[in-house]
């Protein structure tokens, strides 16, 4: 008996990286991390496609990256998604509405590609000819309003995503009047009247990935706890 009582215990297994790590305050900032170099990341893509396309035009002096892109859209993109994607599951414990609608990876996939999609939608020379920029911008609320449907369908979702959109135009139009960037053929104010479509499909989709990690963070957790 002494003998079994001597022996050391084994180290019970872990799961994946993120369960191994116990202070919520940790969790959350990886979270954060991974959001900021996905926004980083689609910033680079989305940012390069409007580039080709003449939507934006930057000073010459500030086309410094391979990706022709001024150096500070990329990690504000990414702050911003950070930011987007740890308060939407924040918000939706605080309502007390459980986001459970398509909680998976591919559906959160189908919704990046979806809004990709719009992205590449709102560039002038596509197929699809607009007879002005009105019906252009109707038919980009239409599909991000779609997204939002297929993807999300949450009250929370909506409203976050009107708000991300209000802010995040208020935000170009500053920029715009500064002299920071421009826009070849603006529309609505210093901008193009499709903006604000294009922010409120980003912060949906940033959303759902932020949601998603943090339905993942729990299930590791649990699972952790079930083998302890």
């Not at 809004?115 to 599909?143: M, Y």
């Amino acid at each position: 008996m002494a003998e079994n009582d001597a022996m050391p215990t084994l180290p019970k297994k872990c799961g994946p990286y993120i369960s191994s790590v116990t202070s919520r305050g940790m969790n959350l900032v990886i979270r954060g991390v991974v959001l900021f170099f996905i926004g980083v990341f689609l910033a680079l893509v989305l940012n390069l496609l409007q580039i080709q396309r003449n939507v934006t035009l930057f000073p010459p002096d500030v086309i410094t990256s391979i990706f022709s892109s001024a150096w500070w859209v990329p990690p504000c993109c990414g702050t911003a998604s950070a930011v987007i994607g740890l308060l939407y599951p924040c918000m939706d414990k605080h309502l007390g509405e459980p986001h459970k609608f398509k909680r998976e990876w591919s559906s959160v996939m189908r919704c990046v590609a979806v809004f990709v999609g719009i992205n590449h939608a709102s560039a002038p020379a596509q197929k699809v000819d607009f007879a002005n920029n009105i019906q252009l911008s109707l038919t980009l609320a239409a599909l991000s309003i779609g997204l939002w449907w297929t993807f999300d369908r949450s009250r929370s979702g909506f409203g976050l995503g009107v708000g991300i959109a209000f802010l995040a135009t208020l935000v170009s139009q500053l920029l715009v009047y500064n002299g920071v960037y421009q826009y070849t053929s603006p529309d609505f104010l210093y901008v193009r009247s499709w903006l604000p479509c294009i922010f409120f499909a980003g912060g949906i989709t940033m959303g759902n990935i932020g949601r998603q990690l943090a339905m993942y963070e729990c299930k590791v957790i649990a699972e952790k706890s079930h083998e302890d």
